[in-house]
C-alpha cells in the first residue's frame, strides 16, 4: 500500500504540473482542477511517507517526555467518570464493539438516508413532483400485455422505402420512435424484457402507465439495499470480529457513490435498463454468498442467484460477461468443494432456464438467439451499420480507461462546486487520439476521483483472502473490459462495476484494519467522505442541470448557504 500511495499521489503531481504540456489542460493557467489533481496527489505521497516512516516516527514519538504527559493525560481521561458514561452510551457502543446487529442497525440507518436523499433527488427537492420522463419499458409492457412482442406503434412506412433506414441522416424527414429496434416494418426495443416484466405485473393490479423514471427509482433504492446487505453479509462472513462502526465507510460509500446517483437526474430507459440489471447481479451476489457460506438451504439459495443473474442478462445483455466470468470461478469451487456441487447444479439449472427464455425471446423476434436488435437500433452516429458492427474495438480501449478511470473532474467556485466535465475534441490528452468511429456526447468523470474509496482495493491481496473476493474480481475485471472496448463510455456505465469494485475495496479496507491502531481507518473515513460528497454534488447537477432547471428557487438557496 505505500508504493501505491507513492505511485498513486507522484502520478496526480505529475498530471497536475504536466497538464498544459501533455494537453490535458488547454491553457497554461493554474485552474482550480489542477490544484485539486496537485492537492490529492500531495496527500497520497504524504500518507505514503506516513506509512513508510510510521514505525521510527512512533518510536520516537512514544520516547519524548511530551509523549508520556499525553498518555498519562489519556489515561485520565477514559478513567473520568464522563469517559465511562459516554462509553455506555448505545450509539457508542455501535461503533466501538464488534457486534453484527450493531453492524445491521448502522446498515438500516444509512440506507434510509440514502433512500431519502434519492427521493430528494430525483423530484429535484419538490418530494412530491416527480418529473416526466420516458415510457420504452412501459410501451413493451403494453405489447406484452396484448401478446405481441414487437410495439403495438406502427413505424411510418417511409422508413421501410429507405436502402439504409438506420442511417439518421437518410431519415431526418422521418419521424422515428428513437433508439427503437426497427425491424421488418415493426418496433421492437434491444433493452432486456426483464423491467417491461416487471411493469406487466404492476399493471395488472394498478393499470396506469410505468414510465422508465419509476423503474430507475425503485431500481436505485433495492440497489442501495442490496448493496448493503452484500457490505453487511462480508462483515458477518469474514470480518465480525472488527468493530461494528468500520461498516460505515464502505456503505456511506456504496450508498451515495456517484455512479449510482448519477442515474437519478435523468431517469430514464437507459438508467432504467442500467439500474436493472446491477441490481439483479447484486442480488444474485448475495445469494451466491449466503448460498456458499451456510450449512442449510445451499440448493435454494444457488437456484435464487442463478435465477437473479439471467434476469440481470435480461436487463442488460453485456452482464452476460461477468456473470460468465463468476460462472467459470464458481466452476472451480464446484471442482474442489464437493459439497457444493449439487447446490451450484440447481444454481445452472436455473441459469440456464433464465437464459433459454432470452434466446427464444431473441429468435421469436430477429431469428438468431444472439440478436438482441442492437444491429437494428435507429440511433445516431452510433449506429451499427453506420460504424460497419464495430461496436466493439482494441481501439476505443485507451479513451475508455482515460474517461472511465483517470478524466478529472470540472472543480467550480459556484455551487455545486464539482461537475462532470462536458467531452469536446479539445478535451484529450495529447497521448489519445479517439478513432474516428469513437463517440462521445455525454459528460464523464472518471472513477478514481469521484469514488476514492476504491483505492483501497489493492488490499484484498493482503494476508487471507476470500476464494469469492476473488471471483468477483475475475467478474468485475470481465465487466470492465467490456465497457473498455466500447464505442462509447458515458457516466451511467460506470455503474456496471463500481458497485463489485466497491465491495472488494470494502474487503480491502477491513483487511488494513484488522491491526491495532492502524491510520488506515482514518483514511478509509476520509475517502468515505469524499466519495459521498463528490456523489451528492454530482447528483445534483447531472448531466442536463436537472435541479436547477426544475427547482432553481431551492437551489439558489442552497447556492447561497453553501457560499457559492
Known amino acids: 500500500m505505500t508504493w501505491l500511495a507513492w505511485f498513486t499521489g507522484t502520478g496526480f503531481i ?33 500518507l505514503g511517507t506516513g506509512l513508510r516512516w510510521k514505525q521510527p516516527f512512533s518510536a520516537w514519538i512514544a520516547s519524548t517526555s511530551m509523549s508520556r504527559q499525553w498518555h498519562s493525560f489519556l489515561g485520565h481521561i477514559k478513567r473520568s467518570s464522563i469517559f465511562q458514561r459516554i462509553s455506555g452510551f448505545q450509539i457508542v457502543r455501535w461503533f466501538t464493539q464488534p457486534s453484527i446487529p450493531s453492524a445491521i442497525t448502522i446498515t438500516v440507518i444509512i440506507v434510509l438516508l440514502g433512500w431519502i436523499t434519492a427521493w430528494w433527488l430525483v423530484t429535484a427537492g419538490h418530494m412530491m413532483e416527480f418529473p416526466t420522463t420516458s415510457a420504452y419499458f412501459d410501451r413493451l409492457a403494453d405489447a406484452f400485455l396484448h401478446g405481441q412482442l414487437s410495439l403495438l406503434e406502427t413505424p411510418d412506412p417511409r422508413l421501410a422505402a429507405l436502402p439504409n433506414p438506420y442511417d ?20 421492437f426495443l434491444y433493452w432486456g424484457p426483464v423491467p417491461s416484466l416487471i411493469a406487466c405485473v404492476v399493471k ?18 433495492v440497489i442501495m439495499a442490496v448493496q448493503a446487505w452484500v457490505i453487511t453479509l462480508g462483515y458477518r462472513l469474514w470480518f465480525s470480529h472488527l468493530t461494528a462502526g468500520l461498516v460505515l465507510p464502505p456503505l456511506i460509500t456504496a450508498t451515495f457513490s456517484a455512479p449510482l446517483l448519477w442515474l437519478l437526474p435523468r431517469p ?17 451476489l448475495a445469494c451466491t454468498l449466503k448460498g456458499l457460506n451456510t450449512n442449510s438451504n445451499k440448493a435454494a439459495w444457488l437456484f435464487a442467484a442463478g435465477l437473479a443473474w439471467a434476469a440481470a442478462v435480461g436487463c442488460r445483455a453485456t452482464l452476460a460477461l461477468p456473470i460468465g466470468a463468476v460462472c467459470a470461478g464458481l466452476f472451480v469451487v464446484f471442482l474442489l468443494k464437493p459439497e457444493t456441487r449439487r447446490a451450484l447444479i440447481t444454481a445452472a439449472f436455473a441459469f440456464s432456464l433464465g437464459m433459454s427464455g432470452l434466446a427464444w425471446y431473441n429468435a421469436a423476434r430477429f431469428g438468431s438467439v444472439f440478436e438482441t436488435g442492437y444491429s437494428y437500433q435507429l440511433t445516431g452516429p452510433a449506429a451499427f451499420s453506420i460504424v460497419d458492427g464495430q461496436i466493439y474495438s482494441t481501439t476505443y480501449i485507451l479513451p475508455n480507461l482515460y474517461n472511465n478511470f483517470f478524466r478529472p473532474p470540472q472543480i467550480d467556485g459556484e455551487f455545486p462546486f464539482i461537475l462532470a466535465p462536458w467531452i469536446t475534441e479539445s478535451n484529450w490528452p495529447f497521448f489519445i487520439h479517439p478513432p474516428k468511429l469513437y463517440y462521445y456526447s455525454e459528460p464523464i468523470t472518471g472513477l478514481l476521483f469521484i469514488c476514492s474509496f476504491i483505492f483501497f482495493l489493492p488490499a484484498i491481496f493482503r494476508r487471507r483472502s476470500c476464494p469469492e473476493a476473488l471471483i468477483l474480481l475475475a467478474g468485475a475485471a470481465a465487466s470492465i473490459l467490456a465497457s473498455l472496448a466500447f464505442i462509447a463510455s458515458f457516466m ?19 483487511h488494513t484494519t484488522e491491526t491495532p491502531s492502524n491510520g488506515w481507518i482514518t483514511v478509509g473515513f476520509i475517502l468515505a467522505a469524499s466519495s459521498a460528497s463528490f456523489g451528492i454534488l454530482l447528483g445534483l447537477s447531472g448531466p442536463t442541470n436537472n435541479f436547477l432547471n426544475n427547482n432553481p428557487t431551492l437551489f439558489q438557496w442552497l447556492a447561497q448557504l453553501m457560499g457559492g
Open 14 to 46: 505529475a498530471l497536475a504540473i504536466l497538464a498544459y504540456q501533455l494537453g490535458i489542460d488547454h491553457t497554461p493557467d493554474w485552474g482550480t482542477s489542477r490544484w485539486a489533481m496537485l492537492a490529492f496527489g500531495v496527500v497520497f505521497v504524504l
Open 168 to 187: 439518421y441522416q437518410s431519415r431526418i424527414e422521418i419521424p422515428v420512435l428513437w433508439d427503437a429496434t426497427y425491424f421488418q416494418g415493426k418496433y
Open 204 to 221: 395488472w393490479r394498478h393499470p396506469a402507465p410505468v414510465g422508465d423514471l419509476s423503474l430507475t427509482f425503485a431500481f436505485v433504492l
Open 268 to 284: 430514464s430507459v437507459y438508467e432504467a435498463a442500467i439500474a436493472g440489471g446491477q441490481f439483479f447481479w447484486l442480488i444474485g
Open 492 to 510: 451511467r456505465y460506470l455503474l456496471d462495476f463500481s458497485p463489485a469494485l466497491i465491495f472488494l475495496a470494502t474487503l480491502g479496507f477491513w
